[in-house]
C-alpha cells in the first residue's frame, strides 16, 4: 500500500496529485551538507523571494557570501511541470527461529507527492573570474587586505588616511557567462606583388555606427531656411511600408493632427493615436522635420510652417519641467511618489538579468501589418494598444506627472494659473529669441516655480507626514490652496503603465539617437 494511494499490478502505485503546494526548484552546483549555508550563498529565504518576483531577473549564487568581492555565478529562469516525490523505504525484519533457513525482510515503500514544480532555476554558465583582497609584498608573502579595505564598525579619522595599496576591482569582469563562437575568419592570402590599398575614412570599418535610414530632416533655430517637403528617401521609405488599409488610415491621422496643430512632440502624437513605435519613426520624417534647438526643440512641426514667423506658435513652445527635490523643498529623493525612470542605487550587472531574445522588425515585417493590429492574443484593443495616457504630455491641476523629467509643450499645461502667465504679452510679440521664444523673458522660470509649487502641494496633501517637521513660508505663494483630484493609489497605478524607453534619461536626447 501506497500513502495516498494503492499498488498497481507489476508494481505500480496510484498516487493523489495536491493542486497545492507550488514549489520552485533550484539546481543547485554543489553538494549540500548544510540547508541553512546553502540559503546563504542565494541571499536567504527573501532575496530567492525577491528573484522569483521578477521573471527577468537571474538567480545569484556567491560562494563567498561574507565576501563583498565575491563575484556570482547565475542561473537562468525555466518553466517545467514536475513534481516533487517524497519515498520512505520500510524495512521489517522477521524472526529466524531456524538458523539453517534465511528469512528475507519485508520491504515496504511508501510514497507520497508533496507538490508540483513549475519553476526551475538551472545554472548553466561559467562562474566570474575572482580576485581576493590580496597584496602580493616584496618577498612575494600574500596579506590579506579585507580588514584594511572593508569598514565594518564606525571608524576615526585614522582608518581613512592609511597608506594602502590601490584596491579597486570591476564588479564584474565577464559580461557573459556562456561561451560565445566569434567565428573569426583567417586572414585573405593574396597573390604575390599585391599592395593594399590607401587608408581613407571611406573604406574604415567601424568608425562609428551606420546612420539610420529614417531619413528625418533637423533644424537648428538660427537655421535661415526651414523645409517644404520630405526627403525623397523618406517618401520610399514610407510608400514601401505603407502597404495595408491601417497604415493608411494612421497617415490620415496624424496629417489631421498636423493641420489642427502644426507642431506636435513624440509622445502627444502616441496619445492621440494607435501607431507602432516602429512605424512611427518612417511616418514622423514623412510629414514634419524635427527641431534641434531654440523654444521649439524636440518637437515636430509640419513641413513649410515656421513657428519662429508666427507669434501665435507660443503655444506651441516646450517646456523642460524636473520636478524639484531636496530638504529645501520638503522632502528627500526617496520620499517622492514619482518613482525615478533610473537610478544608479538600482543598476543590474549585466549577467543578472535575463535578456529576451528580442525580434528584428524588417521591412517585411512592417508590411504585414505591424502598425495597430499588431500580433494577435493582446490584451489591449486594436484601438488602443500602443497608444499612451494623456498624463504622458499633458499637465492637470492636482495629479503628479509619471516622470520626474518632462517635457510640455505650453497649450498642453490646463491650469488657468499657468496659462495667464503664458498669455501676458499677447498681441504684443515683438520678437521670437533663442530662449523664450514669443514669450517674456523668464516665462519658463515662473512657469517651473508655480508648477514645483502645486506639486509640493500634492504631496503635503496625500503624505503629510513628509511635511509635519518642515515649517510653512511665509510667502504668499506658500499659501495657494492646490486639492487633488486623485489620491496617490491611483497615481502608482498609473505610473505602472508607462515604460521608461531604452537610452537616455533625456527623453529629448534619445529620441535624437534613434534618427542619428
Request: aromatic share 10%; charged share 30%.
Amino acid at each position: 500500500m501506497a500513502a495516498g494511494g494503492q499498488w498497481r499490478e507489476r508494481g505500480s502505485a496510484v498516487l493523489e496529485l495536491p493542486r497545492t503546494p507550488r514549489l520552485v526548484c533550484v539546481e543547485y552546483p554543489g553538494l549540500v551538507r548544510d540547508v541553512g549555508a546553502m540559503l546563504r550563498t542565494l541571499g536567504g529565504e527573501q532575496g530567492v523571494s525577491r528573484i522569483y518576483a521578477d521573471p527577468a531577473k537571474r538567480l545569484e549564487l556567491y560562494f563567498r557570501p561574507k565576501d563583498p568581492y565575491c563575484h556570482p555565478v547565475c542561473a537562468n529562469r525555466f518553466p517545467t511541470s514536475t513534481m516533487l516525490l517524497k519515498v520512505k523505504r520500510r524495512t521489517k525484519k522477521k524472526k529466524q527461529w531456524d538458523t539453517e533457513e534465511q528469512i528475507q525482510p519485508e520491504v515496504r515503500f511508501e510514497m507520497e507527492i508533496l507538490g508540483t514544480v513549475t519553476t526551475v532555476y538551472k545554472f548553466q554558465g561559467m562562474s566570474d573570474f575572482q580576485y581576493l583582497a590580496m597584496h602580493s609584498g616584496p618577498d612575494g608573502k600574500q596579506t590579506s587586505m579585507y580588514d584594511k579595505v572593508l569598514m565594518l564598525k564606525p571608524e576615526k579619522e585614522e582608518f581613512f588616511n592609511r597608506e594602502l595599496p590601490l584596491y579597486i576591482p570591476p564588479p564584474i569582469f565577464s559580461r557573459l557567462d556562456t561561451p560565445v563562437d566569434y567565428f573569426y575568419r583567417p586572414d585573405i592570402q593574396h597573390r604575390e606583388g599585391y599592395n593594399n590599398p590607401q587608408v581613407s575614412g571611406e573604406n574604415l570599418i567601424g568608425l562609428s555606427r551606420a546612420r539610420r535610414p529614417h531619413n528625418a530632416i533637423f533644424v537648428n533655430f538660427d537655421d535661415e531656411e526651414i523645409p517644404t517637403k520630405p526627403l525623397d528617401a523618406a517618401v520610399q521609405t514610407w510608400k514601401k511600408v505603407c502597404t495595408n488599409p491601417v497604415d493608411k488610415k494612421v497617415e490620415e491621422e496624424l496629417r489631421k493632427l498636423f493641420e489642427v496643430r502644426p507642431v506636435w512632440s513624440r509622445n502627444a502624437v502616441k496619445a492621440n493615436i494607435s501607431v507602432h513605435p516602429d512605424k512611427l519613426k518612417l511616418l514622423l520624417p514623412y510629414l514634419a522635420y524635427y527641431m534641434l534647438t531654440g523654444p521649439w526643440r524636440s518637437l515636430w512641426v509640419r513641413f513649410g510652417y515656421d513657428p519662429r514667423k508666427h507669434p501665435e506658435a507660443k503655444i506651441y513652445q516646450v517646456l523642460d519641467f524636473r520636478i524639484r527635490c531636496g530638504m529645501k523643498y520638503g522632502y528627500a529623493p526617496n520620499d517622492m511618489p514619482v518613482k525615478a525612470k533610473r537610478s544608479t542605487y538600482n543598476y543590474s550587472l549585466p549577467i543578472t538579468v535575463k535578456k529576451q531574445v528580442s525580434h528584428t522588425v524588417s521591412v517585411h515585417d512592417l508590411k504585414q501589418g505591424l502598425g495597430t493590429s499588431g500580433a494577435s492574443g493582446a490584451k489591449k484593443p486594436v484601438s488602443s494598444r500602443y497608444k499612451l495616457k494623456e498624463s504622458i504630455y499633458i499637465f492637470r491641476e492636482g495629479a503628479l506627472p509619471p516622470y520626474r523629467q518632462m517635457f510640455y509643450q505650453l497649450c498642453d499645461l490646463n491650469v488657468e494659473s499657468l496659462q495667464k502667465i503664458i498669455r501676458r504679452n499677447d498681441g504684443t510679440e515683438s520678437e521670437c529669441t533663442e530662449r523664450d521664444g514669443w514669450c517674456l523673458p523668464k516665462t519658463s522660470d515662473e512657469l517651473r516655480d508655480t508648477m514645483s509649487l502645486m506639486i509640493k502641494q500634492i504631496i503635503r496633501s496625500t503624505r503629510p507626514a513628509l511635511f509635519s517637521n518642515t515649517t510653512s513660508s511665509a510667502d504668499g505663494k506658500e499659501q495657494m490652496a492646490y486639492e487633488s483630484g486623485e489620491d496617490e493609489d491611483d497615481e502608482e497605478e498609473e505610473e505602472e503603465d508607462f515604460k521608461p524607453s531604452d537610452g537616455s534619461e533625456n527623453e529629448m536626447e534619445t529620441e535624437i539617437l534613434d534618427y542619428v
